[in-house]
T-cell receptor
Framework: KNEVEQSPQNLTAQEGEFITINCSYSVGISALHWLQQHPGGGIVSLFMLSSGKKKHGRLIATINIQEKHSSLHITASHPRDSAVYICAVNRGAQKLVFGQGTRLTINP | DAGVIQSPRHEVTEMGQEVTLRCKPISGHNSLFWYRQTMMRGLELLIYFNNNVPIDDSGMPEDRFSAKMPNASFSTLKIQPSEPRDSAVYFC?????????????FGSGTRLTVV
C-alpha cells in the first residue's frame, strides 16, 4: 500500500462544477503539499499545509491531521484547470513522498 | 527571479552514453532536489542537498547515477552509462528550508530518452 493515496485517479467534469480531490496518508508528516502538473509537464506548487485550510482564488485546500486526510477543492471549474493534481507529504525535514496523482479533465 | 532553470529540456542519447543534466536553483534557496518521473512509478526523489551537502541519496537507483552540487547555484545529475530504462522526466526543485520544511519551486524538467 502506498504511503500517500489519492482519489479519484481520474476525474472528468463539466465546466462550472465543484471539484474535490482527496488525499490520504498513512505516516507522520510535517507538511502536506498540493502540486499541479499541466500537460506541458511543468510542476507548480499550489499549497503547503500543516493544519486547517488555505484558499487561493478558486482553489481551497484543507487538512485533517487526526484523520490523516486532505482535500483539494476547485470552485467554478474551468477547462484551464485540466491538469494532474499531485498530493505530496513531507516525511522528516525535506523528503517528499508523492501520491500517484489525479488526472482532472474539465470539459467546456 | 527566473525560477529553477534546468538544461537541457530534451535529451536523446544512445544506450551506453554519458548523460549530464544541469540545474540552477533559485538564488537564496538552500535545499535542492532531483526527482524522476515515469508513468509506472510517478514522481520519486533521487537525492537532495542542503547547503550543498548531499543529505539523502537513498533514491539514487544504482552506481550509474551520481549527483554533485559544487556551489549554491549549480547542480548536476549524471548517468553513466545510460540505459533505456533511465528514460524519464527528471525534475530539479529548490526550497528555502525554514523550521524543517519549505515550499518548493520546480524546474521545467528534462525529458530524457535513451535508445
Amino acid at each position: 500500500k502506498n504511503e500517500v493515496e489519492q482519489s479519484p485517479q481520474n476525474l472528468t467534469a463539466q465546466e462550472g462544477e465543484f471539484i474535490t480531490i482527496n488525499c490520504s496518508y498513512s505516516v507522520g508528516i510535517s507538511a502536506l503539499h498540493w502540486l499541479q502538473q499541466h500537460p506541458g509537464g511543468g510542476i507548480v506548487s499550489l499549497f503547503m499545509l500543516s493544519s486547517g485550510k488555505k484558499k487561493h482564488g478558486r482553489l481551497i485546500a484543507t487538512i485533517n491531521i487526526q484523520e490523516k486526510h486532505s482535500s483539494l477543492h476547485i470552485t467554478a471549474s474551468h477547462p484551464r484547470d485540466s491538469a494532474v493534481y499531485i498530493c505530496a507529504v513531507n516525511r522528516g525535514a525535506q523528503k517528499l513522498v508523492f501520491g500517484q496523482g489525479t488526472r482532472l479533465t474539465i470539459n467546456p | 527571479d527566473a525560477g529553477v532553470i534546468q538544461s537541457p529540456r530534451h535529451e536523446v542519447t544512445e544506450m551506453g552514453q554519458e548523460v549530464t543534466l544541469r540545474c540552477k536553483p533559485i538564488s537564496g534557496h538552500n535545499s535542492l532536489f532531483w526527482y524522476r518521473q515515469t508513468m509506472m512509478r510517478g514522481l520519486e526523489l533521487l537525492i537532495y542537498f542542503n547547503n550543498n551537502v548531499p543529505i539523502d541519496d537513498s533514491g539514487m537507483p544504482e552506481d550509474r547515477f551520481s549527483a554533485k552540487m559544487p556551489n549554491a547555484s549549480f547542480s548536476t545529475l549524471k548517468i553513466q552509462p545510460s540505459e533505456p530504462r533511465d528514460s524519464a522526466v527528471y525534475f530539479c526543485a529548490s526550497s528555502l528550508e525554514r523550521q524543517g520544511y519549505g515550499g518548493y519551486t520546480f524546474g521545467s524538467g528534462t525529458r530524457l530518452t535513451v535508445v
